[in-house]
Each structure stands twice: as C-alpha cells, then as structure tokens.
C-alpha cells in the first residue's frame, strides 16, 4: 500500500515538475496536476494540501533525503557539494521555481531547510573556539551562514552562472574558510 501510495505522488511530482517547465506556477492548477498524472482531483488532496506541498516534497525527495543520508554517515563535509550537484543537475527547473514568491516559495522552503541543517550541525558537533562566539547563539550562527549560502545559491541558478556545481563548491568553500579579511589584499600591506 505504501509503495502504491509513494507511486502516486511521484506521478503528482512528475506532472507538476512538467507543467513548471511550460508555463509559471501561478497558472498551474491542480486539475492540470492530476489530468498530466492520470488521476482524478480527490487523489492529489490525499497526498498533498496544495501546490506549495508538492515543492516541499521535491525539496525533500530531491536533495533533503540524499543529504540525510550524508548526515547519518558523519559525512557533513560532502552536504554543501551535494546540494550544489542536487541543484545543477535539474537546474532549469529550480530556476523556475526560484521565481515563486512568497512565504511558501521554494527560496524561502530551501533557506528553512538550509538554516535547520546548519543548526544541527551545530548542535551535533562541538565548537573549535566557543569562547570566541560565546555572545552568539547558534541561532545566530546559523542564520549568518544560511544568508550567504542561499542567496549565493539562488543567485548562482537564476543568473546562469556558468560555473559547475565542483567550481561553486571549491569557491564556496573557500570563502567561508577565510575572514573578508583574509580575502582583501590591502594597498601597502606587508603581507
């Protein structure tokens, strides 16, 4: 029966994915949804409250799962090069949904998911200096980093930056190493 229903809302997901690519989600119906999956309305409520449900569960199936799957392993320092690579290799569609507003959008779901993973890495993991960010909660932390990493993120896929998922990761990944301090060479510096 599970495996009947996970079907279904795989068909759901692969008709509203297919709709996304023709035309934007403002215009997509649920009637469209279901008709595009061959099942009848009622069945697509069983599954999910709305169209935004179904993003989440993209969200979920597509990249939150494969990165638990790194997080149960103790492999946290391969996430961020999976989510790059998730959002590569479907990247016209999530540009798509990048254009979605609103407190439900995928920005705002990917930035949620961002931040709760951030967080329990943080409360997974002991800090290197807690006395140095003692007056910082990691809440705090959590959200310094989620802005950088989303907003890089979505503007990587909504501006066809050329580079790869690999060349975004090794950039990312240094910046994030490295103080805006350590990054600037200052004019008559003695370094």
């Keep these: 029966m599970e495996d009947k229903r996970e079907l279904t809302k795989d068909l759901l997901t692969m008709s509203f994915k297919e709709l996304v690519m023709q035309m934007p989600f403002e215009k997509i119906t649920i009637k469209m949804i279901t008709d595009g999956a061959g099942v009848i309305r009622p069945t697509f409520y069983k599954h999910f409250q709305d169209k935004y449900e179904v993003i989440e569960w993209i969200l979920k199936k597509d990249i939150a799962d494969k990165i ?19 959002l590569e290799k479907d990247r016209e569609f999530y540009k798509r949904l990048y254009l979605i507003e609103g407190p439900n959008s995928f920005e705002a779901l990917l930035s949620r998911y961002i931040f709760d993973m951030f967080l329990s890495l943080l409360n997974k993991y002991p800090l290197k200096s807690p006395d140095k960010v003692a007056i910082l909660s990691k809440d705090s932390m959590a959200r310094f980093y989620t802005f950088g990493l989303a907003d890089s993120l979505k503007y990587w896929i909504t501006h066809d930056i050329p580079y790869s998922s690999d060349q975004l990761y090794e950039a990312y990944s240094y910046i994030i190493r490295n103080s805006i ?4 060479e200052f004019p008559g510096s003695r370094i």
């Design 68 to 86: 638990q799957v790194l997080t149960d392993n103790n492999m946290e320092e391969d996430i961020f090069r999976l989510l790059c690579s998730c």
């Design 181 to 184: 301090l350590n990054l600037i």
